[in-house]
């Protein structure tokens, strides 16, 4: 059973930059597309950005778009988020997930993915 480890959350402050990584278990990883999503409480999972499973196809939601970009290296079974120009409301806990069925698609919806790390929280101060 593949697992997903996030890491590289933390306390930063308004314009900083941070790179999340999401590391997985198991030698299967490289043939599934990835997400992350990100959630605060009270409000439903946002998703953020994914990538299909070779790299070559990305997709990114309306906060993720021109500050964030995803990343995958399929060697060391990890996807990242890099995160630029961070803003208070970038704060949330953010989760990374895998989508064994994608194919080729690259998939928006957190009911999509079967997969999902523990989540790894950001924190943005003004």
């Known amino acids: 059973q593949v697992q997903l480890v996030e890491s590289g959350g933390g306390l930063v402050q308004a314009g900083d930059s941070l790179r999340l990584s999401c590391a997985a278990s198991g030698n299967t990883f490289s043939r599934y597309a990835a997400g992350w999503f990100r959630q605060v409480p009270g409000k439903e999972r946002e998703f953020v950005a994914a990538i299909s499973w070779s790299g070559g196809r990305t997709r990114y939601g309306d906060p993720a778009k021109g500050r964030f970009t995803i990343s995958r290296d399929n060697v060391k079974n990890t996807v990242y988020l890099q995160m630029n120009s961070l803003k208070p409301e970038d704060t949330a806990v953010y989760y990374c997930?895998?989508?064994?069925?994608?194919?080729?698609?690259?998939?928006?919806?957190?009911?999509?993915?079967?997969?999902w790390g523990q989540g790894t929280q950001v924190t943005v101060s003004s």
């Open positions: 997930a895998a989508d064994r069925t994608a194919g080729i698609i690259v998939p928006m919806q957190p009911l999509e993915y079967d997969l």
